[in-house]
């Protein structure tokens, strides 16, 4: 559960006449993750990919394509097959013939569908112009411009010209035509070297005949009889892709499998006649591998495990390793006979319980948890989803949470998906424990008058009746950011005990005992006076929240923390002299103050619980109104609201009526109010996710993963294939 599962490196060593029935077999198996050899061992050579790699590296390719052409879909699969040869040489072929042909006629009549899109859009502009489009080219002393340009400036230009005899000008809603007649002995270009000083632009003239409504209407009829040709190519390709599917799916999951395997050898060792193939596999399965492999080939292949990897720096401790008979290289084997061809580091296979497996997804955010670290989904799955539920606290919002959790996880294929619809069901169901806890339901206490008769066993602290509450809260978080930190510094201290004792004492204990030294002395009555007052009397001592008889740990504590602090100091700073040199030693002294800073951190907790509780009081303070009793207590109006203050209202004295609330204003204003409570509750149950959820993975990232995580593993990815369309029996 913390740590990975348990990694062994086996290896197989046979002729080559045995390779294929022992990829076969391993294929079948799916739990072995093969290792490449480098290359370096005198007489080895990488394998070369079996004879039909390449083919069903095309075939693969051709079904992938057609798959693309065809847009199929992975429902669309149908039951499981079987894919034979024959299918992949005959079927395939038809297939490709009918869909390529299908997707050349698609993209002929698309490619002539934006023609026709783009001339229709040419010719738009001219159908204000009046002028029939033939009309406005094609003459020998007339000269003719069409674009958009100041029709008066244009006039004014051609007028003042002594260059032009005569011309006319019509005007369109976006365009203008000038025809003008050049004097004769005027150059060519005289009309465009007009019009660029009436900042004309010319615009090109279709080449179509006839009136340019008419020529649209033509257009817009081929429009319609392309977009129907289309539409039934459409058809034809969307009941080949009905038919072709299941086959396509399955060929792909038949030449994918082929493939892996066709290119197996080229991670091996081999000579002209031998191989030798190493990979890592859990521990437990490594009889039952051997087992397989005998039941195929006998013993014509040996099958050794030559390393059981501990969880220590990733590597083995307990295997001896000697050269391999006939040679004497720097590669070395194993005393069983199995090559040792790299030194490569187990891959990781997180191990978790079921409850915990969707919180694999913050760990994973950050990286895969390396082979000799612990894996710390488990402590995620017990402090995250409490730390959110504290934070909200709230029946009717946790129930929304949980809802749309069981949502994403029931609904979706996604692994990543189902993961978050998991923590959300965990979220809103802590969300909802602490909102029967602190008696409140969308904001309002009426689940505290029900369960509890007005005492619910906690309360935000919101109100000013109960500000104690908040303050207790203040110094819950500091306690759970000890207990928090604390465990990540054990987890590192468990991480590198085998990196040797000074490690431990640099990384992890010296800033432990500099982290319970210091919260020691300032929890400590010691110097009291200078301290806030809720370290003291929140779980102890009269008007206490809760009165655990604590108000402070005695004097000594201060000198004994301050001597931890200064002891952790020393070898803390002495660590970092150690590593960086004289900078350490002013390196160490100044980040000291993050056994400080980071459980202050934690004060985020009480934080986001005030203003989360603030923001939904306000949405039910807008809708039902509220008023304030003589002891500072808060009341919604959902019964209604008093009159006045300094009556006695429901038993409670009224002393402050906040706010009159739209519920009781009016018909018009208590419509107004339910727009407001939906949207304003529905933005509280949003804001909940980016506040209470991104800070407790703040938490969770900074304060704890920094003690003692670094989550650079290798993922265990075995050499087989999860067969979902096709079968072999």
Known sequence: MLRPEQMSKVSVTGSKAVMDPVIETVHDLNRVHLSDYDGSWEGFDNGTPRSDADDASEKLVTVRSLESILDVDRDEAGPSRIVTDEALDEELEEIRTEANDLDDRRNEVESELREVEEEIDEVEPFTALGVPLDLLSGYDSLEVAVGQGDPAAVRRVLADSKAIRSFDIETGDQLVAVFAYPESNARESILDDLLVQASFTRTEVPDAEGNAAEYIEQLRHRKQQLESKLSTIEDEIGDLRLDAAGFLLAAEERLTIDVQKSEAPLQFATTESAFVAEGWIPTEEVDHLKAELADVVGDRVDVDEIERAKYR?????????VAPEGESSGKTAATDGGVVTMNDSPPTMQENVGPAEPFELLTKMVGLPSYDELDPTFFIMLTFPAFFGFMIGDLGYGILYAAAGFFMYSRFDSDAIRALGGIGIWAGAFTMLFGVLYGEIFGLHVLG?????????????????YSRYAQTWLFVSVLAGLAHMTLGYFSGVVNNLSHGIEEVLYEDLSWLTMMLGLWLAILSTAAEGIKPSFLFNTLGGEGAAYNLGYTGLPESAAFLGLGMFALGLVVMTYGEFQHMGVPGLVVGPLESVNVLVNVLSYFRLAAVLLAKAGMAFVVNLLFFGAWEDSHGAWHFGTGG???QTGIE??????????FGGLLHGGIAMALIGVVILVVGHFAVLLLGITSAGLQGIRLEYVEFFDKFYDGDGRTFDPFGYEREFTTED
Do not use: C, R, W
């Open 449 to 465: 008058e029900v369960l509890f008769n007005g005492k619910p066993p906690m309360h935000k602290g919101l109100q000013p009746t």
């Open 313 to 321: 720096d990733g590597q083995a401790t307990s295997t001896e390793h």
């Open 641 to 643: 609201m008093p009159s």
């Open 649 to 658: 209202y429901h038993h409670y004295e009224v002393a402050d009526i906040m």
